[in-house]
């Protein structure tokens, strides 16, 4: 080989390292031997937030609705985007469960199927000894499990947490740690967590996840004790016998120092913890406080962790189409992720070893309606985006066909629509769309508490290690690849 060959090969072979190493070829370099000493493994983080039902039209609604039309949310920040496909194994418009376990193992599943291989069926729950429809039906045969992004960080030997402010044993942090062919099983899935005790789910390895914070302590405790397990068990005592720090409320909470202990059970609620509209700071923290917390403790272990952070009632506003409580949560979540980017820079400034990925599992069926001029961010004295719709011409009060106003929120579907003519809502006005409690006008009428989710494609923001990687319109299933290779699990 002449000299110009040489160089053109030893150039090539410096630019192919160079560029390949947030490939798969990254993984064929044989990793240097640490010297004792002198070589110290960084720690590697993830921290995977997720807005149950955030929908793209919440979250442009919840950032006018904080800081205005041309404000930012820390979302919007993010350097790294994509769309997510949402649609589960056997329907278009998915439900929490399979959308989840998608992000969580990579598997297509059906809906209210709790990660598990493609072929379980969800199997209706049976009235249990306690009268309680939570009896197990799954049957034998039913499918197999599917591996989690969780339980590969526990085989390595990370730090888990699972934060939410919905029940923790409903569908989304389930499907983070638990198995099972039917969402509300949850009985069967709160035993899930208990290490070495019946129902243990043993991918979680001797001690399981470090941290659990939410609500739905009713399906931790037996029914003598105001819960709803008939089995008689109580997992909060037996828990706690594992060693884990335990919190009932905002005070009990706060007495804990995060970064001198090393397992968390807080379950603040019986069943979801309250909407951020209506919390009481000093019975429950805030998500954002629950967040840094659960940071400490997973903190403690020197070779990094996986936490998982959902805002749950997000969606459980969007389905009672009570708009400002559904804003008011996705803020609450944004705050959250402020917090834990804050508090992750301050031990990994440009976060070489931690990545921080934000999404939804599903749409809603919210939608901004009219050509409403601009209102600025909502305040006293100013409804904002909750208002009705204004004309961005005149300022006047745009009208319906039937000479009615109209709010610029609305949904596709939902309990609360007019069945004849609008012309009685003549009298509609910001102060009545505004109000905490107001639901929203939908196009089609369903029960109460009945709006649905939407099929749409979901936001995906990233930032940290490996965050470069996503892009594009991109399947569910495919997070889940992403996140584990970015975090080497």
């Known amino acids: 080989m002449n000299r110009k060959s040489l160089l053109i090969a030893g150039l090539t072979t410096a630019l192919l390292a160079a560029c390949g190493s947030d490939s798969d070829n990254a993984a064929a370099t044989p990793t240097p031997t640490?010297?004792?000493?002198?070589?110290?493994p960084q720690p590697k983080n993830v921290i995977f937030f997720l807005g149950d039902g955030m929908g793209m039209t919440t979250m442009t609604a919840a950032r006018i609705y904080a800081v205005g039309e041309d404000g930012e949310l820390t979302m919007d920040t993010l350097p790294e985007t994509a769309f997510v496909k949402t649609f589960s194994n056997d329907a278009q418009v998915t439900d929490s469960a399979p959308s989840m376990a998608a992000y969580m193992t990579?598997?297509?599943?059906?809906?209210e199927v709790i990660s598990m291989s493609q072929d379980t069926k969800a199997v209706d729950p049976v009235i249990d000894a306690a009268g309680n429809r939570l009896g197990n039906n799954c049957g034998t045969g039913n499918g197999t499990p599917a591996t989690t992004l969780l339980e590969l960080a526990k085989a390595q030997g990370l730090g888990t947490g699972v934060v939410s402010t919905a029940r923790v044993t409903h569908a989304t942090p389930a499907a983070t740690y638990s198995h099972i062919c039917h969402r509300d099983l949850e009985n069967d899935i709160a035993a899930a967590l208990v290490p070495g005790a019946t129902g243990y789910n043993s991918a979680l390895g001797s001690t399981g996840l470090d941290v659990i914070m939410g609500g739905g302590s009713q399906f931790f405790k037996p029914v003598k004790d105001g819960g709803r397990r008939a089995d008689g068990r109580d997992l909060v005592a037996e828990l706690k016998a594992k060693n884990y720090a335990v919190a009932g409320n905002a005070a009990e909470f706060g007495a804990i120092d995060g970064t001198k202990t090393d397992k968390l059970l807080a379950l603040f609620t019986s069943s979801h913890m309250s909407y951020d509209l209506d919390r009481d700071p000093a019975k429950e923290p805030s998500l954002a406080d629950m967040t840094t917390k659960a940071m400490d403790v997973l903190a403690r272990n020197g070779k990094g962790y996986f936490l998982m952070v959902e805002a749950g009632?997000?969606?459980?506003?969007?389905?009672?189409?009570?708009?400002?409580?559904?804003?008011?949560?996705?803020?609450?979540?944004?705050?959250?992720?402020k917090a834990a980017i804050a508090k992750?820079?301050?031990?990994?400034?440009?976060?070489?070893?931690?990545?921080?990925?934000?999404?939804?599992?599903?749409?809603?069926?919210?939608?901004l309606n009219g050509y409403a001029k601009r209102t600025g961010k909502s305040a006293a004295g100013n409804a904002g985006v909750l208002g009705v719709v204004k004309n961005y011409v005149t300022g006047e009060v745009d009208r319906d066909l039937?000479?009615?106003?109209?709010?610029?929120?609305?949904?596709?579907?939902g309990e609360h629509r007019v069945q004849?003519?609008?012309?009685?809502?003549a009298g509609l006005d910001d102060n009545a769309t505004s109000a905490n409690t107001y639901h929203q006008e939908a196009a089609v009428r369903m029960g109460v508490g009945s709006e649905t989710h939407g099929g749409t494609d979901v936001f995906l923001g990233a930032i940290g290690k490996g965050a470069d990687t996503f892009s594009g319109t991109i399947d569910n299933t495919k997070v889940f690849s992403l996140v584990k290779n970015a975090a080497g699990l």
Do not use: C, W
């Open 34 to 40: 640490p010297t004792p000493g002198i070589d110290v």
């Open 106 to 111: 990579g598997v297509k599943m059906n809906n």
């Open 420 to 425: 004849a003519s609008r012309a009685g809502q």
């Open 313 to 337: 009632r997000i969606d459980h506003a969007l389905h009672e189409t009570t708009a400002k409580k559904a804003l008011q949560d996705t803020v609450a979540f944004d705050n959250a992720i």
């Open 344 to 367: 992750a820079k301050a031990s990994d400034p440009e976060l070489k070893n931690t990545l921080i990925v934000v999404t939804a599992d599903h749409d809603h069926t919210l939608v």
């Open 402 to 413: 039937d000479g009615a106003p109209y709010s610029i929120i609305g949904f596709g579907n």
